[in-house]
């Protein structure tokens, strides 16, 4: 897994930012860098990585170049890289040492931070972002059943016009660990402070996601973006040199209540 870490050399010591990054998403996807430079900016080191079966490789980190690896991932993978890089950022020594993290996840992201808050209290605060409320949610109910008849099924990449293609073995996951792939029900059970923010336009993930969270966890802080989309307003490629006016609204949301 590629990971890059975000710091101004003058707060090697600063709190760590662990960024997970969402569906057919890499580290380096659209304003990913600036949302970096920005928290560093502010006194946190930021850490983000690219998901072991993301779809991208080591030689092409911002290309889907490895489809077959996309194919063959499942969700307990991904908390077990959740895991890894804490493990690695909580274990290490120098610029990366640290005894516990902050969390922040985007769309499914989102769904693997709130589960992994609950697995591990190294995470202090979670901070999520457009999440999923159930990994479900992520494709229509009714294709399941053809998708288990041929072994596979396939989702367009509106950027790039890639077929991605999804095993079975990710649904199969699904039904063999319900309790521990269930977001609502370990959204219940976080004790660390989370916010949760939102777009209201969000046609990707829409708002009664972040609803059913809230619902799920009431100690939870909520913030609704106006107007905001799934990405804040980011795109990829991003070309602007400053964040996008909802992305920076992040931004400055999550660093306060880290900061709390």
């Known amino acids: 897994m590629l990971m890059d870490l975000t ?7 600063a709190p760590l930012v662990i960024f997970a990054h969402g569906f057919k998403g ?24 690219n998901f072991s079966h993301n779809g991208t490789t080591a030689d092409n980190p911002t290309d889907f170049a490895d489809l077959i690896a996309f194919a063959d991932n499942t969700f307990s993978i991904e908390l077990e890289d959740l895991k890894s ?25 989102g769904g693997m931070g709130i589960i992994k808050t609950v697995e591990d209290h190294r995470i202090k605060k979670l901070v999520t972002m457009a999440s ?31 077929q991605m293609p999804l095993k079975v073995s990710l649904l199969d996951d699904l039904d063999k660990h319900p309790a521990r792939l269930d977001i609502l029900a370990h959204a219940a059970k ?14 990707t993930v829409p708002l009664s996601h972040a609803e059913e969270l809230k619902a799920a966890q009431p100690n939870a802080s909520f913030s609704v973006v106006a107007d905001g989309d799934h ?20 931004c400055k949301q999550a660093i306060s209540f880290f900061n709390e």
């Not at 710091?7 to 010591?13: G, L």
């Not at 890089?85 to 992201?109: P, Q, R, T």
């Not at 976080?190 to 046609?203: R, T």
């Open 26 to 49: 890499f580290k380096d996807w659209g304003a990913h860098n600036l949302v970096a430079n920005y928290f560093a900016e502010h006194g946190f080191r930021f850490l983000k990585f």
């Open 190 to 203: 976080i004790e660390q402070p989370w916010l949760i923010v939102h777009g209201d336009i969000d046609a």
């Open 231 to 250: 990405t804040f307003g980011a795109t990829h490629p991003y070309t602007e040199n400053v964040l996008p006016g909802h992305l920076l609204e992040f």
């Open 132 to 162: 999923i409320s159930g990994f479900r949610n992520l494709w229509p109910k009714e294709i399941e059943e053809q998708w288990r008849l041929t072994g596979i099924t396939y989702m367009i990449n509106k950027r790039t016009g890639q």
């Open 7 to 13: 710091y101004r050399t003058s707060k090697k010591n």
């Open 85 to 109: 890089v804490i493990d690695f950022a909580c274990g290490g020594s120098g610029i990366v040492a640290a005894k516990e993290v902050y969390l922040i996840g985007h769309s499914m992201g």
